[in-house]
């Protein structure tokens, strides 16, 4: 990133720091598919000139990356994109940006702010350049970085639009469920006297309020939301939104996370005739595939809520499980709980995570029969850094506890020790028969609380005390390996016997 750029950078005082850390990213972002590069001079000013390239077929999203020099002397250069129907065509313009923004993407169903999404076709596009000011002295020179995206593509690409918000390995908080006016979300309106689709900025705003790390938007078989992260998310510098949808039929309901390409939904319909048919194109899309609330009615009380497949599913398409929807932890004919405990002991490693459901953006506590407030409960990430990708990844390893009441500060770090190797909740660990394995549990903000060990879906009580009396604890214990197959997870519970923490499993042999 040379002088020039970053002296736009600063210029851009309400982008300054979303484009700051794009910087970090350009260096490990793949070449771009086009590079343009220009000359302006003094006789350019006030004029417009049209900087063409060529778009092929099968493409879905331009990302454009701009820089010139000359600030120092005052050259300015604003803009804009047309494409190949020219600027009197239906949509003709795709968008102007003036001099505001020097990053933009136009894709098939989201864009930049300043800019329409919509089809891409192939042919002929333009960067239109207007120079409202380069003194007759001056020259500028510029440079038109350009990647195209295609079908398929995850919503983290290309990365120059997806910068890691921290860098930093750590424990990240989110939630991972949510409804606003995309779906059936819907809050008080200004007046109070009615309800209306609830904006989505008010869920970020309250996500934020909350002290989350990152959070999933998943409307009803909608990615449209997606148009409106473009433009909430350079704001929202500490909390991560990432694009997902809750695919919902009339055999059960899942969230498909990090992607915004089309899935045909149509469980029962000759072109899905079942869900191993809805998986196989999840799949191809690169992202995390988790069942919602799978213990719940499948009725007119709750139409499609609970899994209820009619035929057998291959569940090594699968990724997670919602174990934990709002607060049905308490509640043991709605835990989804067991149901993911099946899925472990037919030996799928298969993440558990929480979602509060929310569809009120403005509702503060949970009430019976209503809406949860968001957090409640909060999936808690172990990841390389906080990014889209990262998290995603982060949940397919199994690396996640669930904070079952959504607080801000309970943390679980679950080892298992054999000799010299150790694995981590979501890891798998050889353990020969005979062998003693080491588990080591640490206890953030827990104190007068106990460990509940769970090995093979059934409750296992070592020796040691496994009670948590100091803020930051480390408790240990030693489980004998008979050499075969098993799995093993940590649940951390209140002195009334609440559940509190919902650990993932380590996998043993």
């Known amino acids: 990133m040379n002088e020039s750029t970053r002296g736009r950078l600063g210029y851009l005082a309400l982008v300054a720091l979303w484009l700051a850390l794009l910087g970090v990213a350009c260096a490990t972002e793949s070449a771009p598919d086009v590079v343009l590069h220009g000359e302006l001079i003094g006789s350019d000013n006030h004029s417009y000139r049209e900087v063409p390239f060529q778009v092929p077929a099968g493409v879905n999203r331009i990302t ?69 000011n380069i003194r007759p002295a001056s020259k500028a020179q510029y440079t038109a970085k350009i990647w195209f995206g295609h079908p398929g593509d995850p919503a983290w690409l290309p990365a120059v639009l997806n910068p890691p918000l921290r860098k930093e390995a750590g424990w990240y908080r989110g939630d991972l469920h949510m409804h606003g006016a995309h779906s059936d979300g819907s809050c008080p309106t200004q007046s109070g006297d009615g309800r209306a689709p609830c904006p989505l900025v008010f869920t970020v705003e309250d996500a934020a309020r909350r002290g989350l790390d990152f959070i999933a938007l998943s409307d009803h078989n909608t ?94 398409l699968v990724q997670a499980i919602e174990a934990v929807n709002g607060i049905d932890a308490r509640s043991p004919q709605h835990t989804g709980i ?80 054999v000799g010299e190797h150790s694995a981590e909740m979501g890891d798998a660990l050889s353990a020969p028969a005979g062998s003693t394995v080491r588990i080591t549990m640490r206890a953030d903000a827990l104190d007068q609380a106990h460990a509940e060990i769970i090995v093979d879906g059934k409750p296992f009580q070592p020796k040691e005390d496994l009670a948590i009396r100091e803020a930051k604890q480390s408790l240990s214990f030693d489980w004998s390996s008979d050499g075969r197959r098993h799995w093993l997870r940590v649940n951390v519970r209140g002195a009334d016997g609440s559940l509190l923490i919902v650990g993932n499993p380590i996998y043993l042999n």
Not at 76 to 102: A, M, V, Y
Request: hydrophobic share 35%.
């Open 64 to 132: 454009v990356q701009f820089e010139s020099t000359g600030r120092a002397e005052h050259s300015t250069i604003d803009l804009g994109l047309e494409d190949p129907d020219g600027f009197h065509s239906q949509q003709g313009l795709r968008g102007w940006t003036g001099g505001s923004k020097q990053l933009f993407t136009v894709g098939a169903v989201d864009a930049t702010p300043s800019f329409a999404p919509g089809p891409i076709q192939p042919g002929r596009w333009a960067l239109l350049l207007g120079i409202p």
């Open 223 to 316: 990615v449209s939301q997606a148009n409106d992260i473009r433009e909430l998310q350079p704001y929202f510098d500490h909390l991560l939104l990432i694009p997902a949808r809750e695919v919902t039929t009339f055999q059960g309901h899942a969230n498909l996370f990090g992607t915004t390409e089309p899935l045909d939904f149509r469980l029962g319909s000759k072109s899905v005739p079942d869900w191993n048919a809805l998986l196989t194109q999840a799949e191809a899309l690169h992202g995390v595939f988790s069942i919602n609330h799978p213990i719940r009615p499948n009725d007119e009380t709750c139409m499609g809520c609970g899994w209820t497949p009619e035929k057998p599913v291959d569940m090594h």
């Open 338 to 417: 067991p149901f993911w405990e099946e899925q472990l002991n037919h030996g799928y490693h298969l993440t558990g995570i929480g979602g509060s459901d929310n569809h009120n953006a403005k509702v503060a506590l949970p009430f019976p029969g209503g809406s949860m407030a968001i957090g409640l409960p909060t999936t808690v990430v172990h990841a390389s850094e906080l990014s889209m990708k990262a998290i995603l990844d982060g949940i397919r390893a199994g690396h996640v506890f669930i904070d079952v009441q959504g607080t801000r500060d309970r943390t679980i770090d679950v080892v298992a020790t």
